[in-house]
Protein backbone atom coordinates (compact mmCIF):
# COMPACT_ATOMS: atom_id res chain seq x y z
CA UNK A 1 0.00 0.00 0.00
CA UNK A 2 2.97 2.22 0.79
CA UNK A 3 4.80 1.93 -2.42
CA UNK A 4 1.45 2.19 -4.30
CA UNK A 5 1.15 5.87 -2.35
CA UNK A 6 5.00 6.85 -2.99
CA UNK A 7 3.81 5.93 -6.79
CA UNK A 8 0.65 8.54 -6.74
CA UNK A 9 2.49 10.82 -5.15
CA UNK A 10 5.93 10.82 -7.60
CA UNK A 11 3.96 11.09 -10.73
CA UNK A 12 3.30 15.07 -9.98
CA UNK A 13 7.14 15.30 -9.12
CA UNK A 14 8.30 14.09 -12.25
CA UNK A 15 6.23 16.38 -14.12
CA UNK A 16 7.96 18.67 -11.96
CA UNK A 17 11.56 17.91 -12.67
CA UNK A 18 10.60 18.18 -16.32
CA UNK A 19 8.79 21.39 -16.17
CA UNK A 20 11.95 23.22 -14.03
CA UNK A 21 14.07 22.39 -16.71
CA UNK A 22 11.86 23.69 -19.65
CA UNK A 23 11.12 26.97 -17.78
CA UNK A 24 14.86 27.14 -16.84
CA UNK A 25 14.51 27.36 -13.57
CA UNK A 26 16.42 24.29 -12.42
CA UNK A 27 19.73 22.68 -14.39
CA UNK A 28 19.48 19.65 -16.41
CA UNK A 29 21.79 17.86 -14.39
CA UNK A 30 19.58 18.18 -11.63
CA UNK A 31 16.53 16.75 -13.28
CA UNK A 32 19.49 13.97 -14.93
CA UNK A 33 20.06 13.19 -10.97
CA UNK A 34 16.95 13.18 -10.04
CA UNK A 35 15.44 10.40 -12.62
CA UNK A 36 18.59 8.34 -11.59
CA UNK A 37 21.38 9.20 -14.02
CA UNK A 38 24.59 10.43 -12.91
CA UNK A 39 26.52 13.43 -13.92
CA UNK A 40 29.54 11.69 -12.45
CA UNK A 41 31.90 8.70 -13.41
CA UNK A 42 32.09 5.90 -10.94
CA UNK A 43 34.97 5.42 -8.33
CA UNK A 44 37.20 3.41 -8.55
CA UNK A 45 37.27 2.83 -4.69
CA UNK A 46 34.57 1.45 -2.75
CA UNK A 47 31.69 4.13 -2.77
CA UNK A 48 29.69 4.85 0.75
CA UNK A 49 26.17 6.61 -0.03
CA UNK A 50 24.80 9.37 2.37
CA UNK A 51 21.46 11.26 1.99
CA UNK A 52 20.31 14.45 3.72
CA UNK A 53 17.40 15.98 2.82
CA UNK A 54 19.15 19.69 3.29
CA UNK A 55 22.24 21.83 4.00
CA UNK A 56 21.40 21.91 7.64
CA UNK A 57 21.29 17.96 7.64
CA UNK A 58 24.42 17.46 6.08
CA UNK A 59 26.51 20.37 7.99
CA UNK A 60 25.47 18.48 11.29
CA UNK A 61 27.10 15.03 10.42
CA UNK A 62 30.07 17.07 9.05
CA UNK A 63 32.34 15.65 11.88
CA UNK A 64 31.38 12.12 11.14
CA UNK A 65 31.95 12.96 7.73
CA UNK A 66 35.42 14.33 7.95
CA UNK A 67 36.30 11.08 10.41
CA UNK A 68 35.22 9.06 7.16
CA UNK A 69 37.39 10.84 5.06
CA UNK A 70 40.50 11.09 7.49
CA UNK A 71 39.64 6.92 8.76
CA UNK A 72 38.95 5.21 5.62
CA UNK A 73 40.59 7.09 2.81
CA UNK A 74 40.38 3.79 0.45
CA UNK A 75 36.40 4.55 0.36
CA UNK A 76 34.54 7.60 -1.53
CA UNK A 77 31.53 9.41 -0.34
CA UNK A 78 28.72 10.24 -2.15
CA UNK A 79 26.94 13.19 -0.86
CA UNK A 80 22.77 13.37 -2.06
CA UNK A 81 20.36 15.96 -1.08
CA UNK A 82 17.52 17.18 -2.18
CA UNK A 83 17.94 20.77 -2.59
CA UNK A 84 20.25 21.75 -4.91
CA UNK A 85 21.51 25.15 -2.49
CA UNK A 86 22.70 22.38 -0.48
CA UNK A 87 24.79 20.83 -3.20
CA UNK A 88 26.24 24.33 -3.79
CA UNK A 89 27.40 25.27 -0.40
CA UNK A 90 28.48 21.52 0.02
CA UNK A 91 30.85 22.13 -3.06
CA UNK A 92 32.81 25.11 -1.05
CA UNK A 93 33.76 22.22 1.85
CA UNK A 94 37.57 22.08 0.87
CA UNK A 95 38.21 19.96 3.40
CA UNK A 96 36.18 17.24 2.69
CA UNK A 97 36.45 15.67 -0.66
CA UNK A 98 32.87 14.20 -1.85
CA UNK A 99 30.68 13.13 -4.89
CA UNK A 100 27.50 16.04 -4.70
CA UNK A 101 24.48 14.74 -6.74
CA UNK A 102 20.84 15.67 -6.18
CA UNK A 103 19.08 13.06 -4.87
CA UNK A 104 16.79 10.50 -6.95
CA UNK A 105 13.26 10.35 -6.95
CA UNK A 106 11.60 6.99 -4.84
CA UNK A 107 10.32 5.35 -7.76
CA UNK A 108 11.72 1.83 -8.15
CA UNK A 109 13.43 1.61 -11.60
CA UNK A 110 15.04 4.63 -11.15
CA UNK A 111 16.33 3.93 -7.80
CA UNK A 112 17.38 0.35 -9.23
CA UNK A 113 19.01 2.35 -12.04
CA UNK A 114 20.99 4.53 -9.23
CA UNK A 115 21.79 1.87 -7.53
CA UNK A 116 23.07 0.42 -10.65
CA UNK A 117 25.37 3.10 -11.35
CA UNK A 118 27.66 3.70 -8.52
CA UNK A 119 27.33 0.46 -6.18
CA UNK A 120 27.42 1.82 -2.74
CA UNK A 121 28.70 -0.87 -0.59
CA UNK A 122 27.39 1.29 2.37
CA UNK A 123 24.40 3.20 2.75
CA UNK A 124 23.74 6.58 5.73
CA UNK A 125 20.28 7.78 5.75
CA UNK A 126 20.40 11.15 7.71
CA UNK A 127 17.57 12.68 10.39
CA UNK A 128 13.84 11.96 9.26
CA UNK A 129 13.61 10.91 5.82
CA UNK A 130 11.49 7.88 5.10
CA UNK A 131 11.88 6.62 1.38
CA UNK A 132 9.94 2.69 1.36
CA UNK A 133 11.45 2.18 -2.01
CA UNK A 134 14.93 3.31 -1.43
CA UNK A 135 14.76 1.22 1.29
CA UNK A 136 13.59 -1.73 -0.28
CA UNK A 137 16.03 -1.72 -2.91
CA UNK A 138 18.94 -1.30 -0.67
CA UNK A 139 17.56 -4.62 1.37
CA UNK A 140 17.17 -6.13 -1.72
CA UNK A 141 21.04 -5.68 -2.64
CA UNK A 142 21.84 -6.68 1.01
CA UNK A 143 23.65 -3.33 1.72
CA UNK A 144 24.51 -2.31 5.09
CA UNK A 145 22.47 0.83 6.03
CA UNK A 146 21.75 3.17 9.26
CA UNK A 147 19.88 5.82 9.87
CA UNK A 148 21.86 8.47 11.65
CA UNK A 149 20.82 11.24 13.74
CA UNK A 150 17.46 10.21 13.15
CA UNK A 151 14.17 12.02 14.39
CA UNK A 152 10.75 10.72 14.24
CA UNK A 153 7.94 13.05 16.05
CA UNK A 154 4.74 11.39 17.74
CA UNK A 155 2.86 12.98 15.28
CA UNK A 156 4.61 11.47 12.24
CA UNK A 157 4.68 8.18 14.26
CA UNK A 158 0.94 8.30 14.76
CA UNK A 159 0.64 8.84 10.92
CA UNK A 160 2.95 6.14 10.08
CA UNK A 161 1.56 3.54 12.61
CA UNK A 162 -0.85 2.63 9.68
CA UNK A 163 1.93 1.02 7.59
CA UNK A 164 4.01 -0.16 10.02
CA UNK A 165 8.01 -0.67 10.00
CA UNK A 166 8.36 -3.24 8.00
CA UNK A 167 6.32 -1.49 5.20
CA UNK A 168 8.60 1.56 5.06
CA UNK A 169 11.37 -0.37 4.78
CA UNK A 170 13.08 0.05 8.52
CA UNK A 171 13.62 -3.14 9.07
CA UNK A 172 16.77 -3.51 6.63
CA UNK A 173 18.88 -0.81 8.90
CA UNK A 174 20.95 -2.23 11.11
CA UNK A 175 20.93 0.72 13.42
CA UNK A 176 18.90 3.19 13.99
CA UNK A 177 20.67 5.70 15.85
CA UNK A 178 17.74 8.13 17.99
CA UNK A 179 19.02 11.82 18.17
CA UNK A 180 17.10 11.56 21.53
CA UNK A 181 15.03 9.19 23.73
CA UNK A 182 11.47 10.37 22.20
CA UNK A 183 12.30 9.48 18.75
CA UNK A 184 14.01 6.28 20.09
CA UNK A 185 10.37 5.26 21.64
CA UNK A 186 8.86 6.35 18.42
CA UNK A 187 10.42 4.34 16.33
CA UNK A 188 10.02 1.15 18.59
CA UNK A 189 6.17 1.75 18.31
CA UNK A 190 6.63 1.36 14.51
CA UNK A 191 7.82 -1.74 15.28
CA UNK A 192 11.54 -1.14 15.20
CA UNK A 193 13.13 -4.03 17.50
CA UNK A 194 14.75 -2.16 20.20
CA UNK A 195 18.07 -3.70 20.24
CA UNK A 196 18.36 -1.89 16.25
CA UNK A 197 17.47 1.52 18.25
CA UNK A 198 20.15 3.41 19.67
CA UNK A 199 19.72 7.02 21.05
CA UNK A 200 23.03 9.19 21.17
CA UNK A 201 23.70 12.73 21.26
CA UNK A 202 22.10 14.92 18.79
CA UNK A 203 24.94 15.14 15.86
CA UNK A 204 23.91 18.83 15.74
CA UNK A 205 25.36 19.27 19.42
CA UNK A 206 28.53 18.22 17.84
CA UNK A 207 29.32 21.21 16.13
CA UNK A 208 32.54 23.34 15.58
CA UNK A 209 31.37 27.05 14.63
CA UNK A 210 34.08 28.12 11.86
CA UNK A 211 35.58 31.66 12.50
CA UNK A 212 33.63 34.64 11.33
CA UNK A 213 34.88 36.61 8.63
CA UNK A 214 37.43 39.30 9.95
CA UNK A 215 35.43 42.10 7.46
CA UNK A 216 32.55 41.60 8.96
CA UNK A 217 33.65 41.45 12.47
CA UNK A 218 35.05 44.89 11.30
CA UNK A 219 31.48 45.96 10.34
CA UNK A 220 28.99 44.92 13.30
CA UNK A 221 29.31 45.94 16.95
CA UNK A 222 28.50 42.55 18.35
CA UNK A 223 26.86 44.46 21.42
CA UNK A 224 24.37 45.98 19.34
CA UNK A 225 23.65 43.34 16.59
CA UNK A 226 20.72 40.67 16.62
CA UNK A 227 20.78 37.86 14.29
CA UNK A 228 17.30 36.12 12.93
CA UNK A 229 18.83 33.00 11.73
CA UNK A 230 16.64 30.50 9.67
CA UNK A 231 13.59 32.22 9.60
CA UNK A 232 10.52 31.16 7.07
CA UNK A 233 7.27 32.43 5.50
CA UNK A 234 5.00 34.60 7.97
CA UNK A 235 8.29 35.44 10.71
CA UNK A 236 9.88 38.06 9.18
CA UNK A 237 6.85 41.05 9.28
CA UNK A 238 6.85 39.83 13.18
CA UNK A 239 10.63 40.26 13.68
CA UNK A 240 11.07 43.66 11.81
CA UNK A 241 7.75 44.91 13.55
CA UNK A 242 9.94 44.14 17.04
CA UNK A 243 13.10 45.20 15.90
CA UNK A 244 11.44 48.19 15.02
CA UNK A 245 10.37 48.37 18.46
CA UNK A 246 13.73 47.45 19.85
CA UNK A 247 15.62 50.68 17.46
CA UNK A 248 13.39 53.72 19.02
CA UNK A 249 15.23 52.71 22.43
CA UNK A 250 18.50 52.21 20.46
CA UNK A 251 18.65 53.42 17.23
CA UNK A 252 22.31 52.30 17.42
CA UNK A 253 21.12 48.66 16.88
CA UNK A 254 21.49 46.15 13.59
CA UNK A 255 19.31 43.42 12.24
CA UNK A 256 21.10 40.50 9.99
CA UNK A 257 17.96 38.65 9.09
CA UNK A 258 18.73 34.91 7.04
CA UNK A 259 16.26 33.06 5.74
CA UNK A 260 15.79 29.51 5.40
CA UNK A 261 15.03 29.87 1.77
CA UNK A 262 17.33 32.52 0.18
CA UNK A 263 15.07 32.76 -2.80
CA UNK A 264 12.33 34.94 -0.21
CA UNK A 265 15.26 37.68 0.01
CA UNK A 266 13.18 40.05 -2.79
CA UNK A 267 10.00 40.29 -1.03
CA UNK A 268 12.12 40.04 2.63
CA UNK A 269 13.37 43.47 1.45
CA UNK A 270 10.67 44.90 0.36
CA UNK A 271 9.01 44.28 3.67
CA UNK A 272 12.15 45.63 5.01
CA UNK A 273 11.64 49.04 2.94
CA UNK A 274 7.66 49.14 3.28
CA UNK A 275 8.81 50.03 6.76
CA UNK A 276 10.97 52.45 6.04
CA UNK A 277 13.64 50.80 7.35
CA UNK A 278 17.49 51.08 5.60
CA UNK A 279 17.89 47.23 3.87
CA UNK A 280 20.62 45.84 2.08
CA UNK A 281 22.77 42.71 0.99
CA UNK A 282 25.14 40.85 3.56
CA UNK A 283 28.44 41.71 2.23
CA UNK A 284 27.66 44.27 -0.22
CA UNK A 285 28.21 47.62 2.03
CA UNK A 286 31.45 48.90 4.19
CA UNK A 287 28.83 50.16 6.77
CA UNK A 288 25.95 47.70 8.09
CA UNK A 289 22.46 49.26 7.61
CA UNK A 290 19.69 49.19 10.06
CA UNK A 291 18.38 45.78 8.14
CA UNK A 292 20.83 43.39 6.68
CA UNK A 293 19.64 40.31 4.59
CA UNK A 294 21.67 37.18 3.58
CA UNK A 295 21.01 36.33 0.05
CA UNK A 296 23.07 32.36 -0.02
CA UNK A 297 23.32 29.33 1.76
CA UNK A 298 25.87 28.61 3.78
CA UNK A 299 27.42 31.89 5.50
CA UNK A 300 25.37 31.31 8.53
CA UNK A 301 27.84 29.59 10.83
CA UNK A 302 30.08 32.71 9.96
CA UNK A 303 27.64 35.00 11.60
CA UNK A 304 26.59 33.13 14.93
CA UNK A 305 29.50 34.76 16.39
CA UNK A 306 28.59 38.23 15.04
CA UNK A 307 25.61 38.58 17.30
CA UNK A 308 24.94 38.99 20.87
CA UNK A 309 21.26 38.00 20.45
CA UNK A 310 19.98 35.21 18.38
CA UNK A 311 16.43 34.29 17.22
CA UNK A 312 16.26 31.05 16.03
CA UNK A 313 13.39 30.80 13.11
CA UNK A 314 11.50 28.50 12.32
CA UNK A 315 9.89 28.85 16.02
CA UNK A 316 7.13 31.94 15.61
CA UNK A 317 4.59 29.84 12.90
CA UNK A 318 3.28 26.51 13.21
CA UNK A 319 4.35 23.46 11.31
CA UNK A 320 8.14 24.22 11.70
CA UNK A 321 9.40 23.23 14.93
CA UNK A 322 12.03 25.62 15.11
CA UNK A 323 15.70 25.09 14.52
CA UNK A 324 18.68 23.95 16.33
CA UNK A 325 19.60 25.88 19.45
CA UNK A 326 23.26 24.17 19.48
CA UNK A 327 24.63 26.75 16.83
CA UNK A 328 24.30 30.39 18.60
CA UNK A 329 24.65 28.47 21.65
CA UNK A 330 28.54 27.59 20.67
CA UNK A 331 28.92 31.23 19.31
CA UNK A 332 27.90 32.61 22.76
CA UNK A 333 25.12 34.34 21.49
CA UNK A 334 22.18 34.67 23.37
CA UNK A 335 19.08 32.68 22.02
CA UNK A 336 15.89 33.52 21.88
CA UNK A 337 13.04 31.26 20.43
CA UNK A 338 8.73 31.31 19.35
CA UNK A 339 6.83 28.87 21.03
CA UNK A 340 6.82 26.36 18.29
CA UNK A 341 10.06 24.27 19.00
CA UNK A 342 8.77 20.90 18.87
CA UNK A 343 12.14 19.70 16.69
CA UNK A 344 14.03 20.86 19.94
CA UNK A 345 11.29 20.80 22.67
CA UNK A 346 13.79 19.08 25.24
CA UNK A 347 16.77 21.45 24.50
CA UNK A 348 14.89 24.15 24.58
CA UNK A 349 12.63 23.42 27.88
CA UNK A 350 16.06 22.86 29.98
CA UNK A 351 17.87 25.92 28.22
CA UNK A 352 15.23 28.08 29.20
CA UNK A 353 14.77 26.21 33.36
CA UNK A 354 18.34 27.27 33.34
CA UNK A 355 17.51 30.90 31.92
CA UNK A 356 20.00 29.78 29.07
CA UNK A 357 17.01 30.69 26.60
CA UNK A 358 14.16 32.85 26.45
CA UNK A 359 10.83 31.21 25.18
CA UNK A 360 8.18 34.01 23.46
CA UNK A 361 5.12 34.58 22.14
CA UNK A 362 4.98 36.12 19.12
CA UNK A 363 3.20 39.34 21.44
CA UNK A 364 6.18 39.51 23.58
CA UNK A 365 8.87 39.26 20.99
CA UNK A 366 10.11 42.65 21.63
CA UNK A 367 10.09 42.53 25.13
CA UNK A 368 11.76 39.24 25.12
CA UNK A 369 14.62 40.43 22.99
CA UNK A 370 15.23 43.35 24.83
CA UNK A 371 15.62 41.59 27.84
CA UNK A 372 18.38 39.43 26.03
CA UNK A 373 19.81 41.86 25.07
CA UNK A 374 20.25 43.13 29.13
CA UNK A 375 21.14 39.79 30.13
CA UNK A 376 22.75 38.25 27.25
CA UNK A 377 26.14 36.96 28.52
CA UNK A 378 24.75 35.54 31.53
CA UNK A 379 22.33 33.80 28.84
CA UNK A 380 24.97 32.62 26.91
CA UNK A 381 27.01 31.45 30.17
CA UNK A 382 24.31 29.69 31.27
CA UNK A 383 23.48 27.77 28.40
CA UNK A 384 27.47 26.51 27.93
CA UNK A 385 26.84 25.24 31.26
CA UNK A 386 24.00 22.82 30.30
CA UNK A 387 25.23 22.15 27.16
CA UNK A 388 28.91 22.27 27.30
CA UNK A 389 30.83 21.00 24.15
CA UNK A 390 31.11 17.43 23.76
CA UNK A 391 33.65 14.94 24.32
CA UNK A 392 35.60 13.19 22.32
CA UNK A 393 33.04 11.15 19.71
CA UNK A 394 35.43 8.90 18.14
CA UNK A 395 34.67 5.97 20.39
CA UNK A 396 30.57 6.73 18.66
CA UNK A 397 32.01 7.64 15.08
CA UNK A 398 33.96 4.33 15.20
CA UNK A 399 31.07 2.38 15.96
CA UNK A 400 28.70 3.51 13.89
CA UNK A 401 31.79 2.80 11.03
CA UNK A 402 31.51 -0.48 11.90
CA UNK A 403 27.72 -0.76 11.37
CA UNK A 404 28.16 0.49 8.14
CA UNK A 405 29.93 -1.79 6.78
CA UNK A 406 33.35 0.22 7.46
CA UNK A 407 36.01 -1.96 9.68
Not at 335 to 362: D, M, R, T, W
Request: aromatic share 8%.
Amino acid sequence: MIKLLTYVATIPLLFWVVLQVLLRRGSLDTAKNRLGISTEQTPDKPLIWLHAASLGELTSVKPFLLFLARNFPEHVLLITTNNPAALTAARGWADLPTILQSAPLDVPFIINRFLKHWKPVGFINIEGEIWPNRFAALAKKNIPSIMLNARLSERSSEKLSVFGARAMGLMHFRQIYAQDPRSAENFETLGVPRDCVRTIPNFKSLVSLPPPDPRMVARYDRENTLLAASTHEGEEPLILDAFQSLLSENPNLRLILVPRHPNRVPGIVRTAQQQNLEVGIYGENPVPEQVTVVDSLGSLQRIYPLAKVTLVGGSLVPDIGGHTPYEPLRAGSAIVSGPFHSNFKQEYEVLAQSEGCILAKETELASALTDAFTRGDDMAANAQKVYPSAADPTVLFNDIAQKVGLE
